[in-house]
């Protein structure tokens, strides 16, 4: 974010069964070689991240992180088609409750 200096980082983390637990994680630059997590929000088990984006021009900052899920009751290990969408806003260096929606 140029205002707040926010960085939003997605990621990925598998505890070592079958699932990747994407996640998207929310940063500040403490100096210039070091980033300090402030919050992370987790998205999804085993979704494919299509978009990530930042509105600053909202009030507050809005958080658009876009991915392919899978529909209710289907199986992990079926491929995500699902397209959908979590609007997350931020804070003072902290994500506020997310909404989820179907996206286009």
Known sequence: HSTTGDIVIPFAVNYGG???FVSV??????DQHTLVMKDSRVIGDRVTTTKLSLDESA???ALSFRFLDRTEGESFAATPTV?????I?????RFGKAVVQASD
């Not at 806003?89 to 260096?93: A, F, G, K, V, Y």
């Open 18 to 20: 079958s699932g990747s």
């Open 25 to 30: 994680g929310l940063f500040v630059q403490q």
């Open 59 to 61: 009030q507050p900052t």
């Open 83 to 87: 397209a959908k969408e979590t609007i």
């Open 89 to 93: 806003p931020i804070t003072d260096h």
